[in-house]
């Protein structure tokens, strides 16, 4: 009996060594040592709200990162519009236009020569049936005077037909080229030299020494301005 209670207790002494090397207690379940929360715990836990979080840090966030709304095309084709207009407006009033100068067709004197002419070389400003003033007449159109040219024009029909000494040679065959309503740079008033010259209704050529010398009428008014002593009709 004595040897049975020793045999049992060394046994009770064996067991309780390995129980104890292996960590656990005799007289309680083996418990797990993992470190993951209770689930009790973690159910009772209030989920974090990341929609919330994420609202918050973009409240929290300075205006000017955010993204700004494209410009409408629109406004800004009319912004442009509008500056160019104040532009050209800032340049008009910076550089104002300057008067248009009709630029004189009338040649230069050539001394000893015979210039080729036309009657717009000769043309000058007045109003038709204006009183005429000598200061009208271009400096370029005085400074021919005494000069030799050659112009073409018609003879202005007459009583005479044949060895005409005088005539009047007009821009063109009408005759309201010369007399009332005519413009006074549109005739010329031809005293041949030597031999006089036959009329004809075809266009000619007269050459001669050009001056300017006013003609007036029974009344008074300037009828022609402009004089040729001619040496040569062809």
């Given at each position: 009996?004595?040897l049975t209670?020793?045999?049992?207790?060394?046994?009770s002494v064996?067991?309780?060594?390995?129980i104890s090397s292996?960590?656990?207690t005799?007289?309680?379940?083996?418990?797990?040592?993992?470190?993951?929360h209770?689930?009790?715990?973690?159910?009772s836990s209030p989920?974090t709200?990341v929609t919330e979080d994420a609202?918050?840090e973009?409240?929290?966030?300075?205006?000017?990162d955010?993204?700004?709304?494209?410009?409408?095309?629109?406004?800004?084709a009319e912004?442009a519009?509008?500056?160019?207009?104040d532009?050209?407006?800032?340049?008009?009033?910076a550089?104002?236009?300057?008067?248009?100068?009709t630029?004189?067709?009338?040649p230069?004197?050539?001394?000893g020569k015979t210039?080729?002419m036309?009657f717009d070389?000769?043309k000058?400003?007045i109003e038709?049936?204006a009183?005429?003033?000598r200061?009208?007449?271009p400096?370029?159109?005085?400074?021919l005077?005494?000069?030799k040219?050659?112009?073409g024009?018609?003879i202005?029909?007459?009583?005479?037909?044949r060895d005409?000494?005088q005539?009047?040679?007009?821009?063109d065959?009408m005759?309201c080229?010369?007399?009332p309503?005519?413009?006074?740079?549109?005739?010329i008033?031809?005293e041949m030299?030597?031999?006089?010259?036959?009329f004809?209704?075809?266009?000619v050529?007269?050459?001669?020494e050009?001056t300017?010398?006013e003609?007036k009428d029974?009344?008074?008014k300037?009828r022609?301005i402009?004089?040729?002593q001619?040496?040569?009709?062809?």
């Amino acid at each position: 009996m004595y040897l049975t209670l020793k045999t049992l207790s060394l046994a009770s002494v064996l067991i309780a060594l390995a129980i104890s090397s292996l960590g656990c207690t005799p007289n309680g379940t083996p418990q797990p040592t993992s470190t993951t929360h209770d689930p009790i715990e973690a159910a009772s836990s209030p989920p974090t709200d990341v929609t919330e979080d994420a609202e918050t840090e973009s409240a929290d966030s300075p205006i000017s990162d955010k993204p700004k709304s494209p410009a409408n095309v629109e406004d800004i084709a009319e912004q442009a519009a509008s500056q160019t207009d104040d532009s050209e407006n800032l340049i008009a009033a910076a550089d104002p236009p300057k008067p248009t100068v009709t630029k004189s067709t009338t040649p230069k004197p050539q001394p000893g020569k015979t210039i080729d002419m036309t009657f717009d070389d000769i043309k000058f400003d007045i109003e038709p049936d204006a009183d005429f003033e000598r200061e009208m007449i271009p400096q370029p159109i005085e400074d021919l005077k005494k000069q030799k040219i050659r112009i073409g024009g018609y003879i202005l029909p007459g009583f005479q037909s044949r060895d005409i000494k005088q005539f009047v040679l007009v821009r063109d065959n009408m005759e309201c080229c010369f007399g009332p309503g005519a413009a006074l740079y549109d005739c010329i008033l031809v005293e041949m030299s030597g031999r006089g010259v036959d009329f004809t209704v075809r266009p000619v050529t007269v050459e001669g020494e050009f001056t300017i010398q006013e003609y007036k009428d029974g009344d008074g008014k300037v009828r022609a301005i402009y004089h040729m002593q001619g040496t040569n009709v062809r």
